[in-house]
């Protein structure tokens, strides 16, 4: 391993605060050796961006150079296989979460019992939720917008409805709360 000061010639840096970096990849070892530089800290820092780009670069080549050889182990017929696959499976997947809900329209009436929001972070974000009294049972009904029906106002109507008034609620969707699918909202009266 080499070491190497960098600014050998300079006086007026301050030698006490140094960091070490890792550079000088050679691109030919997937598990890229490091030549050690010793820097000092300003400078490492301002070339940080530099160093995190080089590796960036090194990484996709990698990725790039083990795509192009597992598609020339595999062959071009069953390239076209995992394509189409691929293909089919994100229509279905774009389908489940869109077109298939429109097969299941329901209307509910009864009481607005409770109205939240939940916050899902990362994963779905903020939900908006109606628990409404429908005879003796209580059904909870979500409230997102809906893009195939032009609904993209569902934080106005959340804050319209009113808790404890009768409404009327036209929803699409199933109602599989086991697995956090609930009937969609797309018109109330109240």
Known sequence: MKVHNANSNDKKINHEVESNFRIGLRPHDFFMSFTVFKVPADYACRHLLDIMRVLGAILMNKIKQWINSFFEKVGPKVMKIIFVTVFILAILFIGMATVIPELNHKTYQGVVVEKYKENHGLTTGTSRFIVL?????????QNDDILLHGKFNSQSIQEDIVEGKKAEIKTIGFNFPRIGFYPNLYQIKQ
């Open 133 to 141: 009294k429908h005879g003796k049972e209580t059904i909870k009904i």
